[in-house]
């Protein structure tokens, strides 16, 4: 018999229970539920609503079914709807009549409002552990190739010269907003909706701060209303987790172009690549791929939570059941995504002459024998402009500004010394890029410090 049966004089269809039911999905809540449910028994006790003796008795009752589900002894019964009915019509069976008390000044709107909460604050802190191990992991690779010099690309066209470390710390940076986005985002989360009951509170003396305290909540929601209708942080979360698997996207885009053979600028480990069934000589960046493409089903959880609770009226309504599936789908996916995905990069070989032959070909230091005559004194628009022209004459005579003869310089402007050779070549044009944010490789060691210590304070 359902625990709300009183009101009706027959059995709900049974497609309409498989339909109406939560437990498949919202017994992961299990610990969440229970460890509320005792702070609510204590608050009762100490407030005199039910007899302490009683509340004693129902939390040592939940503690034994804590312990029974974590050992697998527990069923989770689809008759039973969702966790929250399922562990009281379980606590009721144990101990009768006491159990029975435990809903009083209570509902499942803000019961299942603050084990969602309680749920996500976990695995936050568990998401953002897995985003600081990957800045370290790309920490550790820039340390190592401060000096790999490489193109750094826009519209995909060879731009200028930097290193490899550089561009890993432009990741790290990434990186660092994702961590304290949700760090942002566990602070506006850290509130305690019991007490909001169904609604609109409840006429019992209760005690929300203490509940609120014995759980570790910082504050209690402001609002009943509001406490029992708000879905913003798991929607926030979804956002967070939504850009930094964009960020992961990227990244992976970069990697699976830098696997090919027109690139080659890295090798991923075997342990971290599949083989193709047919053609045997293939390595395949798929777990590159498999983040790129799952980035599209965290954004799918956001759309589609976004979209239950569009147009959702004040207050609780059942299309909210729908909120579970979508964040613990991306929850679970961001969690298993980062660990390899760091791992991959850890086991990933770095191909430094591969990177510095694509640096050498595309007159990426264009730029730098422009800014050359600047420094002589020529305007940067009339140096552009002969520039320009030298490497229009370069591609023609299939020479770079590395190998162009003084004397041909010499015909654009006679600006140019021999000096023209040291200003051009890729070392200089990285060590010169000294300002904070560049790619020389002073400017680096500050981005790396400066990253070391967000790590430390982490
Ligand atoms: N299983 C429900 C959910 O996840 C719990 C809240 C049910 N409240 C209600 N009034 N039916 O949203």
């Given amino acids: 018999m359902k625990l709300w049966s009183g009101r009706f004089s027959s059995d709900t269809d049974a497609l309409v229970d498989e339909l109406n039911a ?3 999905f919202d017994k992961r809540l299990y610990k969440e539920d229970i460890a509320g449910s005792v702070a609510h028994a204590k608050m009762l006790g100490d407030q005199g609503i039910i007899e ?6 129902i939390i040592t009752a939940l503690s034994d079914i804590l312990k029974d589900i974590e050992e697998g002894h527990f069923e989770f019964k689809l008759a039973d709807e969702d966790i929250h009915m399922s562990i009281e019509t379980e606590l009721t069976k144990r101990i009768g009549d006491t159990g029975k008390r435990l809903h009083t000044a209570r509902s499942r709107n ?8 309680m749920y996500l604050i976990n695995e936050i802190e568990i998401i953002r552990g897995g985003a600081l191990n990957l800045i370290s992991v ?16 826009t519209h995909l066209q060879r731009a200028q010269p930097t290193t490899f470390a550089h561009y890993m710390m432009a ?14 985002c566990l602070e506006r989360m850290d509130e305690m909706p019991l007490g909001s009951g169904a609604l609109t509170g409840t ?10 305290d014995t759980l570790g909540f910082a504050r209690i929601t402001e609002n009943s209303l509001d406490g029992v209708s708000d879905r913003d942080y798991a929607l926030e979360l979804l956002s967070d987790l939504s850009i930094m698997m964009m960020h992961l996207s990227r990244f992976s885009e970069e990697i699976i172009l830098w696997c090919s053979w027109e690139f080659r600028f890295v090798e991923l480990s075997d342990a971290y690549s599949t083989g193709s069934s047919i053609m045997p000589q293939k390595k395949n960046p798929d777990i590159a791929e498999l983040v790129r493409g799952k980035t599209g089903r965290v954004y799918g959880s956001l759309m589609g939570l976004l979209t239950v609770m569009k147009a959702l009226p004040l207050a609780y309504n059942k299309d909210m059941q729908e909120d579970k599936e979508q964040v613990f789908d991306a929850v679970d996916t961001v969690k298993k995504v980062l660990p390899v995905f760091a791992a991959m990069l850890a086991t990933m070989t770095v191909k430094p002459d591969n990177m510095r032959k694509a640096a050498s070909e595309g007159y990426i230091n264009a730029t730098d024998c422009a800014d050359y005559l600047v420094k002589k004194g020529m305007p940067f628009r009339d140096a552009y402009t002969v520039i320009g022209k030298l490497v229009h004459h370069c591609m023609e005579c299939g020479k770079t500004l590395e190998t162009l003869p003084i004397e041909t310089y010499k015909t654009f402007s006679p600006l140019f010394e021999n000096d023209v050779y040291e200003a051009v070549k890729l070392e200089t044009c990285v060590e010169l890029r000294n300002v904070p944010g560049g790619p020389s490789s002073k400017s680096v060691k500050a981005q790396m410090d400066n990253i070391k210590m967000f790590l430390d304070e982490s």
């Fill in 22 to 24: 939560s437990i498949m």
């Fill in 52 to 57: 302490k003796t009683e509340a004693k008795k």
């Fill in 110 to 117: 803000d019961q299942v409002a603050l084990d969602f909460r």
């Fill in 138 to 153: 790309l920490l550790q690779i820039a340390e190592k190739n401060t000096a790999t010099i490489m193109p750094a690309y």
């Fill in 171 to 184: 990741y790290t940076s990434m990186l660092r907003r994702d961590v304290t986005r949700l760090e942002d």
């Fill in 203 to 212: 006429t019992y003396p209760i005690d929300r701060k203490s509940v609120a």
